[in-house]
């Protein structure tokens, strides 16, 4: 029977064909003689997903046969992109397919194109999540994803008149084939009401009498390792009107509206809030906070009780992780399900939070700390309310223990905020019941200690851990930039520096031969050229690939600092413009490229977006210029875009004020291609700095422990004339739209609290560091090589077998590969 399991799919160019031609006719039911591309592509996808299933299945009774230690990873955010290439690659079954559909008269490369992006997160975050997954199936890691399933994701931005416009992002439209409904999983979960309390064998038990119910089904989504056998599992929750509930309101006579009622249901997982800023106490994502967390956790509990006949050894067996406070909510839920469901007694059922919990903060900037009014909570959560009351209360006793009477330092460190409106601090709840809390790079690590969290680690030292964060090398260099992997697989004579990215260092020997280096040069040309062709299909410009191509490609936000960048480039394009002939043959041709979102509300980060487009309108027609500077905005970045983007790019802006990117990752993933950073030491440009040589990177501007201290002697600060002189061409209307531009004046001008003012100058040396390297292609390319030799700390396979080995205990569970 084992042997016909794993022999049930056979991988034949014709069993292959048999399989996507019969998804063609039964599963999509469009006639085998006459489908189009993009029937093509959901057929291959069908036919892939059975070998992913098969895949699945016997890694799921593998583990619960070995029944080792699980890690669940709970994020809001998961930012997939596309599954297609990834899967038959992971799987290694690119080259079978890829023949397969061509004998039909198909193209892999076209097709792929038609699947949409999977854009259920908002940034960094939500694609962390996803290069985890990768890892810990590459890892062979015991572990599950759990999220929500967005009917809306990420909001798709299109550019109008140079304005950002939020269109809906329905990308379930067509069908996914990557997922699979489990509708017999679905369990119950609760919202308001109020709670009851009686006497049972001596004991309080409380009783929550919820006033609405809605049901969480459960969609599986595989996720499949590198060249191993194991494939894991994101499950993320959909919400449907709940089946048993409300059946008084049917009997009440009005029964279409009872019904209508019930459809409000499906909106609590419809849509992903695109603020990555600030928190903002909207009821509906705390009702989506507690739907995930409640789901995922009834799951697992149900899970481990059917194979161990008790909820025994939990504590011991299983680790669940926090991305950021969003799931944390789930710490009161997971002491009510113990102590209310469970009947289990506070002891124990706290012992085994603490033990289970572990968290990771992502961002140090205080107005993004999620924070909710304890009316909303106690209407929206009664339980929940009273039990974080009683850990807080608890809390507060550990606190007077240690340090006395100390009222200054429990108003600091209390879970709930005191003040005209009390709230609840989801930050200091998860300090609180975590074993472990990481920042996820060093600088950042060590910040959170100093600032955010400097009472925590002094009550809870050991509580703090680094995990600098990581990517995969599959998604963003081995696959995303076939003609360097070749390069690589060729140099090196191997292919596994893919799952072993240290490996790259095998480069650095290779970094001054010639004839190497123009190797290398040619793959970034073919890149660039790639690059260009998007360029030109999305914003209508064309460019020269003999240009230095420099990119800014994340969010839009003040403290990733878009407007240096913008001023910089009207600084070049003021010099250009007034450049004799001679002078002008001098000049390093650019085309400046940028791109990211704004969060809808971000009033500012909008018209950050608008005096981008008014700068490329100018700069872009100005005969006067050329060829020798073209700036475009790519409306809707995203996953499938980067994947074009970074290969593609030569040189990569990672310039937030020190001291306020967490990490950043894109900043990896360009270093990974070959592309040269100019970066401020902040985040993992520090590490990377330290790994590829500072020599090799090109690094300017404040340090993170002389921001405050330039913050309070801003107003003195004696501007440079340059930067007085682009802020001036912006106000006096150069671009047009100088009042809608005011704001932006204004917060560079006046308090400048990113310190855009002071690093101008030394931004404007490092670029032209990068420009007189540029001229040297033997010194660039030697560069370039060097950063991608010393990428290797840079994989999410090493942040995960940190994560696993430091934080969560858990140990790989290899399938074994079948015969
Ligand atoms: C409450 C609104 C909200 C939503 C999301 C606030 C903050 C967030 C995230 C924490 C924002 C985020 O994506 N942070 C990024 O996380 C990356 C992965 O660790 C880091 O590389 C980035 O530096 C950090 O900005």
Redesign the pocket.
């Known amino acids: 029977l084992y042997t016909l399991m794993d022999t049930y799919i056979k991988n034949d160019v014709l069993s292959v064909q048999e399989s996507i031609v019969n998804h063609v006719e039964y599963t999509i039911a469009r006639s085998r003689y006459h489908f189009d591309d993009f029937e093509a592509y959901q057929a291959t996808a069908y036919s892939t997903r059975d070998r992913l299933i098969e895949s699945w299945n016997d890694t799921q009774q593998y583990f619960h046969d070995q029944d080792p230690k699980r890690v669940y990873y709970l994020s ?2 998961f930012l997939v992109g596309r599954s297609l290439l990834n899967a038959l690659y992971n799987l290694n079954l690119k080259g079978l397919y890829r023949e397969a559909l061509e004998q039909l008269g198909y193209n892999l490369e076209i097709i792929k194109e038609r699947e949409r992006d999977a854009a259920l ?8 999540a996803s290069c985890f997954l990768d890892s810990m199936a590459t890892e062979n890691l015991p572990a599950w994803g759990y999220g929500l399933r967005y009917q809306y994701g990420m909001f798709r931005q299109t550019i109008q008149d140079g304005f950002q416009r939020e269109n809906p992002d329905y990308w379930l439209t067509l069908g996914n084939p990557w997922e699979i409904e489990r509708p017999n999983v679905t369990y119950p979960v609760s919202f308001y009401g109020h709670v009851s309390a009686r006497e049972e064998d001596g004991r309080q038990i409380f009783v929550w009498n919820p006033a609405e119910q809605v049901d969480a089904v459960a969609y599986d989504n595989p996720i499949p390792g590198y060249r191993t056998a194991n494939t894991i599992n994101l499950r993320l929750w959909s919400a449907k009107p709940s089946r048993e509930f409300d059946l008084e309101s049917f009997n009440s006579g009005d029964y279409v509206a009872s019904i209508l009622e019930k459809q409000n249901a499906e909106s609590i997982s419809s849509v992903l ?1 695109p ?6 106490g909207k009821e509906l ?1 705390l009702k989506q906070q507690h739907f995930f967390v409640s789901a995922t956790l009834q799951d697992i509990l149900r899970r481990y009780t059917a194979q161990h006949g008790s909820l025994e050894n939990f504590s011991d067996k299983v680790a669940l992780q926090l991305n ?3 799931p944390t909510i789930g710490i009161a839920e997971l002491m009510r399900l113990l102590m209310d469901v469970y009947k289990w007694g506070w002891t124990a059922s706290w012992e085994a939070t603490t033990k289970v919990f572990s968290f ?4 140090v ?1 205080p107005e ?3 924070q909710w009014p304890v009316e909303l909570l106690q209407e929206l959560l009664p339980r929940h309310m009273q039990i974080i009351y009683d850990i807080n209360w608890r809390f507060l006793q550990e606190l007077r223990a240690k340090f006395g009477n100390d009222q200054a330092r429990e108003y600091r460190m209390s879970i709930i905020q005191e003040g005209d409106e009390k709230m609840v601090r989801m930050a200091h709840l998860a300090l609180v019941a975590s074993h472990t809390v990481n920042g ?2 060093e600088i ?1 690590s060590e910040l959170i200690k100093q600032t955010i969290f400097e009472d925590f680690y002094e009550m809870y030292p050991k509580k703090f851990q680094n995990k600098t ?1 990581g990517v995969t090398p599959r998604r963003w260099l081995a696959f995303c930039n076939p003609p360097l992997r070749n390069l690589i697989n060729e140099t090196l004579g191997t292919d596994a520096w893919i799952s072993r990215l240290d490996l790259l260092e095998g480069l650095k020997s290779h970094a001054d031969d010639g004839e190497f280096q123009s190797r290398w040069v040619e793959v970034k040309q073919l890149a660039k050229a790639k690059l260009a062709a998007k360029i030109k299909e999305l914003c209508g410009v064309e460019v020269s690939t003999d240009a230095l191509f420099d990119v800014q490609v994340k ?1 839009i ?1 003040e403290y990733k600092r878009q407007v240096l960048n913008i001023l910089g480039i009207i600084h070049r394009y003021d010099q250009i413009r007034n450049m004799s002939e001679e002078e002008k043959a001098d000049v390093v041709p650019r085309v400046c490229i940028i791109g990211g979102k704004a969060a809808p509300g971000y009033e500012l980060a909008k018209r950050i977006i608008k005096l981008i487009s008014a700068v490329s309108q100018r700069v872009n027609n100005d005969p006067a210029v050329g060829d020798l500077l073209k700036v475009v905005f790519i409306p809707d970045y995203n996953v499938s875009l980067a994947e074009v983007i970074v290969p593609g790019s030569e040189l990569s802006q990672h310039i ?1 004020t020190a001291g306020t ?6 900043n990896m993933k360009f270093a990974m291609n070959g592309c040269l950073i100019i970066g401020t030491m902040d ?2 440009n520090v590490e990377i700095a330290e790994e590829i040589g500072d020599d090799n990177i090109f690094i300017f501007g404040a340090l993170a422990h002389e921001v405050p201290k330039l913050r309070t002697e801003r107003a003195d600060l004696k501007v440079d004339d340059r930067f007085a002189h682009v802020v001036r061409l912006i106000s006096s209307g150069e671009f047009g739209y100088a009042d809608f531009f005011t704001p932006i004046v204004d917060a560079v001008q006046g308090s400048d609290y990113y310190l855009v003012a002071n690093d101008f100058p030394a931004y404007l040396r490092a670029q032209d560091a990068v420009d007189r390297t540029y001229k040297n292609s033997s010194i660039w390319t030697r560069m370039s090589i060097m950063s991608v030799a010393g990428c290797g700390k840079f994989s999410s396979d090493r942040t995960i077998r940190q994560y696993a080995t430091e934080i969560w205990g858990v140990e790989p569970c290899e399938r074994p590969r079948p015969p």
Request: proline share 0%; glycine share 14%.
């Open positions: 809001m955010e997160g908002n940034g960094g975050l939500g694609r962390l809030y603020d990555d800023r600030t928190y903002k994502r950021d406070t969003h990771t903060n992502h961002t900037l993004a700390l999620e996820v790079a950042h964060n969010r936000h937030s990117e967490a990490s950043g990752t894109s985040g993992a």
